[in-house]
């Protein structure tokens, strides 16, 4: 593909993530605040009071973070331009753990606060809790959900699961969480005699989910039904990896910068019913979109096979692996593989005052993904290029081999893509190098 320029991806603005951050602990804190307010001296001294009380405070904080969670993942644009969808997906993550326990504890204590004030075995007010209270079953169903989706997300059974496997589990935390939020309207104590706080708390929720609907369903639809995405070309780049030629109408009016990934669904039997992420390899060249994708996978093997007009549905532009991250005017870009194609895309469109050199990485020259089209636009900028070819026991890359390619490299933004024990090494290396943390840039895919 011919470099040309585009339209420029939007500017981040940390702002946005700055004042939805402060919000999130504002509602935190408003939520701990009513809660406190409605608790009295008396029901905390009557039997099991106390139980029923951290039983209350844990169902309300746990539902709260469980609201934040979805807005992580809510995939909003100004959100996800500031922050990067890797680390929301990691925040997502690191604050899992908490609700689902939040919970369990609330689950725990109401029963045993329960059995207390009626004077009841615990398996006696179970017993009571299903055949005589409303939402109880559809509430612990939608727990059973929670902890199925919490269990699938740790890092162990993420390497044991396919990821349609994964994706359907977290279909499914929708469907709890709006049991939990049926059950808690309907029993919850505080709420009995607040319409106010009531009133808020569904308010919270409905806005919620307005969001998630508009930012992961609506918006996405819309633009797919505007660009109308097919597959027009199938080329092979290097053993086992491939080039599609995507064409669509209005790709000018894409906002992409060069690093970005889209999520892409590709609509034939078989495919059409999950995304997997892949980064432009060029830039847009209207009305064509280019990504290069190695056979990794089932899906990805697939790919080489697509017939031309295929449909596809693509959702973003997203990631910060961008030149709106740069801290200085000079660039270091190492990839690995087919690591090198969002580097590809970046290089491209780096501002042209910037001073670059690229680090290639391959076991093979035969390997080397896009080395001609790389080779063209380092020339082009009178940067280097440096080519890393062999068995990673033979050609070492550490903190030395790199200041001897770059030896201005600890002054300089490092952008590092490929596989991950790869990318692990350069960042380490990089740091060794004298290069700042908030220098070096990499983006994550794994689900």
């Known amino acids: 593909m011919r470099a040309t320029r585009h339209t420029t991806g939007n500017e981040?603005?940390?702002?946005?993530?700055?004042?939805?951050?402060?919000?999130a602990g504002l509602g935190l804190g408003i939520v701990l605040a009513f809660y406190v307010a409605t608790e009295s001296v008396a029901s905390l001294t009557s039997p099991g009071g106390w139980f029923l009380a951290?039983?209350?405070?844990?169902?309300?904080?746990?539902?709260?973070?469980?609201?934040?969670?979805?807005?992580l993942v809510a995939r909003i644009p100004g959100l996800e331009r500031a922050v990067g969808q890797d680390r929301l997906v990691r925040w997502h993550r690191r604050l899992g753990p908490w609700p689902v326990s939040l919970i369990a504890l609330h689950v725990v204590t109401i029963t045993v606060g329960y059995a207390q004030l009626g004077h009841n075995t615990i398996t006696a007010q179970v017993s009571a809790f299903v055949l005589h209270y409303p939402d109880i079953l559809a509430s612990l169903a939608g727990f059973v959900l929670l902890v199925m989706a919490a269990v699938s997300s740790h890092h162990l059974a993420r390497q044991k699961m396919r990821y349609e496997t994964w994706w359907v589990v977290h279909l499914y935390t929708y469907l709890a969480l709006a049991l939990a939020f049926t059950h808690q309207i309907r029993v919850g104590v505080p709420f009995l005699t607040h319409a106010a706080a009531r009133n808020a708390w569904i308010a919270l929720?409905?806005?919620?989910?307005?969001?998630?609907?508009?930012y992961r369903f609506a918006l996405p639809l819309a633009r797919n039904w505007r660009h109308q995405l097919r597959v027009t070309e199938i080329v092979q780049e290097a053993p086992g990896v491939h080039s599609l030629t995507i064409k669509g109408h209005d790709i000018d009016q894409l906002a992409v910068s060069g690093g970005q990934f889209f999520q892409w669904r590709f609509l034939t039997p078989g495919l059409w019913w999950h995304s997997h992420p892949y980064s432009l390899s060029a830039m847009p060249q209207p009305p064509f979109l280019r990504v290069t994708v190695k056979g990794l996978g089932d899906q990805s093997r697939a790919l080489a096979h697509l017939k031309p007009g295929t449909r596809v549905f693509a959702e973003g532009p997203y990631g910060t692996f961008t030149h709106h991250a740069l801290n200085t005017r000079r660039v270091t870009l190492i990839g690995a593989g087919v690591g090198v194609t969002p580097l590809r895309a970046l290089l491209e469109d780096l501002p042209r005052d910037v001073s670059v050199s690229v680090i290639v990485r391959a076991s093979r020259p035969e390997d080397l993904v896009h080395h001609d089209e790389i080779a063209a636009l380092v020339a082009a900028r009178s940067g280097q290029l440096h080519e890393l070819i062999g068995p990673r026991q033979q050609v070492r890359f550490d903190a030395r081999q790199l200041r001897r390619l770059v030896p201005d490299i600890a002054q300089r933004d490092v952008y590092v893509c490929g596989p991950s024990g790869f990318t692990d090494l350069t960042v380490e290396a990089a740091t060794r190098a004298g290069v700042a943390s908030d220098h070096v840039h990499v983006e994550a895919f794994a689900f």
């Open 54 to 71: 951290i039983g209350r405070l844990s169902a309300f904080s746990g539902t709260y973070l469980l609201v934040v969670m979805l807005f």
């Open 12 to 23: 981040p603005r940390p702002v946005v993530a700055n004042v939805l951050a402060a919000l």
């Open 205 to 214: 929720w409905l806005v919620t989910a307005l969001i998630v609907v508009a």
